[in-house]
């Protein structure tokens, strides 16, 4: 079983950064799918970016170019980086870890953290 916890979330204005950390115990997240989502009142939970086990990435039309997600597996932790932070971001953020290991088809979350809020002021 995994244990995933988030930090790094907080307030912010509009055009500002954040960087979000997931740090994980119980397995590693380097053998493992790793993603971000967030959800905000009223709204689905919504993907925002994965890591891949194998390294590659996937980032939402709504983030590209703005969000960066990576891994340090030393520190078995995954970060989300937030620049040109908009009003819409505004969410709490979750970590999610795929249940399978190594997982080449579509990633399967089954795994999560207790989120994070992000704020942004405009």
């Known amino acids: 079983q995994v244990q995933l916890v988030e930090s790094g979330g907080g307030l912010v204005q509009a055009g500002g950064s954040l960087r979000l950390s997931c740090a994980a115990s119980g397995r590693t997240v380097s053998s493992y799918n790793m993603g971000w989502f967030r959800q905000s009142p009223g709204k689905e939970r919504e993907l925002v970016a994965i890591?891949?086990?194998?390294?590659?990435?996937y980032y939402a039309d709504s983030v590209k170019g703005r969000f960066t997600i990576s891994r340090d597996n030393a520190k078995n932790t995954v970060y989300l980086q937030m620049n040109s932070l908009k009003p819409e971001d505004t969410a709490v953020y979750y970590c999610a870890q795929d249940k399978r290991p190594r997982n080449n088809a579509k990633s399967d979350f089954g795994s999560w953290g207790q989120g994070t809020q992000v704020t942004v002021s405009s």
């Open positions: 890591v891949r086990w194998s390294s590659s990435t």
